[in-house]
């Protein structure tokens, strides 16, 4: 296996395994808000790493930790689970699914990256396949929900083209403990306002938290800024199409759940979208 299919397998275990948070954050953490999920994903998962990596930040890595962790943690987190309760999945799916085209444009405007035609055509390709797999005709829409939508994707692509800007003078787990800190952190006076009280833990929620926490955050974080520091921010940023591909995937192959003609053209194109995009960056 060469190093960049290395890299890049590595790298898509992170969209892969986030594909399960929509499923596990209405069936197991239903009575918790948007903001709670989202610090109690974060905030246990960087303190576990900080006593693992034993290293704080040093000089202008205080700054840089705590706006990369506002942008890939706090506010990304906070807008993806305030958009997985108030949409439908598919609607919620289609519109972080703009992320990598967004990515693009600040590449080329933050890292003097090569704007390339077929790049935006991969990214508006990949939004269609999203749409394809995730949308049905009875999907409801709501503006805060798409508003909150939109944020977490810009937010994120940000996040990603200032993370390979900003590359860390150390290991890819201590930077992945810095900004899971910093981003929980932030996230504590949002809570404290918006969400004083929180349900009783069950032994479900209990399963959901971990979940997200030691798995969807402390792993997948580290493997997806690991990726960031090898690859191109348009290649990271088009596997992030692979977070609907999963959930669709799972609902067929864990819920009975079948797939429609369009939901196949659907995951065509998304494939065909992410292939594109590693062929623009070789």
Do not use: H
């Amino acid at each position: 296996m060469t190093s960049k299919i290395l890299d890049l397998s590595m790298t898509a275990v992170a969209p892969v395994v986030w594909g399960s948070t929509y499923i596990v954050t209405t069936q197991l953490l239903a009575g918790f808000s948007p903001m709670a999920v989202a610090l109690l994903r974060a905030l246990p998962a960087g303190l576990l790493l900080l006593v693992i990596v034993r290293r704080l930040p040093a000089g202008v890595w205080w700054l840089r930790s705590f706006i990369l962790g506002a942008l890939n943690i706090s506010i990304f987190l906070s807008m993806l689970f305030v958009a997985a309760y108030r949409l439908p999945g598919g609607v919620a799916g289609t519109v972080l699914a703009s992320q990598p085209l967004i990515v693009i444009f600040l590449a080329s405007l933050l890292l003097s990256a090569r704007l390339r035609l077929l790049a935006v055509l991969g990214a508006l390709v990949g939004i269609g396949g999203v749409a394809l797999l995730v949308l049905t005709p009875s999907a409801a829409l709501d503006g805060i929900g798409i508003l909150a939508g939109l944020a977490g994707a810009i937010s994120m692509a940000f996040g990603i083209t200032l993370s390979r800007k900003w590359q860390p003078p150390v290991s890819p787990l201590t930077f992945t403990a810095w900004q899971l800190t910093a981003g929980g952190l932030l996230l504590v006076p949002a809570v404290l306002l918006a969400a004083p009280s929180m349900p009783v833990p069950t032994g479900a929620n209990f399963l959901g938290l971990a979940w997200l926490g030691l798995v969807g955050a402390a792993l997948t974080y580290a493997l997806w800024f690991r990726g960031i520091g090898r690859l191109a921010p348009s290649v990271v940023s088009s596997l992030l199409l692979l977070s609907p591909l999963t959930a669709v995937l799972l609902g067929w192959g864990f819920l009975g759940e079948s797939l429609t003609a369009p939901q196949m053209a659907g995951i065509a194109l998304v494939v065909a979208s992410i292939w594109l995009s590693q062929r623009v960056n070789t």
